[in-house]
């Protein structure tokens, strides 16, 4: 089920609720409030109607996925009741992960680093320079 209304006052910005599984909230400036309908049907066969919005960012989200993915397997957090402290965590593990998305994109090799072996290499590298011997 989706709910669409053009905010008041703003005729290019579409507010989007669209419950499936759950629910999900959406602003775009580029979409209008249209459905589309899709090439499956529900369990009576019926068949299903989408927001274009939620199919034009279904189709386009591997990106995030893949962040969000990779960000969670090997993830720096720590249980805090301080914000900064998780906000900080959360930054710096975003980063690791979009170093090692850029790494690999740009390694050739043979055998490149996994994202685990990144994470350690890179955290080697950074405390290389601060190791007393």
């Known amino acids: 089920?989706?709910?669409?209304?053009?905010?008041?006052?703003?005729?290019?910005?579409?507010?989007i609720k669209w419950e499936d599984k759950r629910e999900v909230y959406m602003l775009s400036s580029k979409h209008r409030p249209t459905m589309t309908v899709t090439n499956k049907v529900d369990r009576v066969s019926n068949p299903v109607v989408k927001s274009t919005c939620i199919m034009d960012y279904n189709k386009h989200m591997g990106g995030v996925d893949t962040n969000d993915q990779l960000g969670n397997d090997y993830?720096?957090?720590?249980?805090?009741?301080?914000?900064?402290?998780k906000l900080f965590f959360y930054m710096f593990n975003l980063a690791v992960t979009n170093a090692y998305l850029i790494y690999k994109k740009n390694?050739?090799?043979?055998?490149?680093?996994?994202?685990?072996?990144?994470?350690?290499?890179l955290g080697h590298e950074l405390?290389?320079?601060?190791?007393v011997a």
């Open 75 to 85: 993830s720096f957090s720590r249980r805090t009741l301080k914000w900064w402290v």
């Open 1 to 15: 089920m989706a709910t669409e209304t053009p905010s008041s006052g703003r005729e290019n910005i579409v507010a």
């Open 107 to 121: 390694n050739n090799a043979q055998h490149p680093l996994d994202h685990f072996n990144f994470g350690n290499k």
């Open 127 to 131: 405390i290389k320079s601060h190791v």
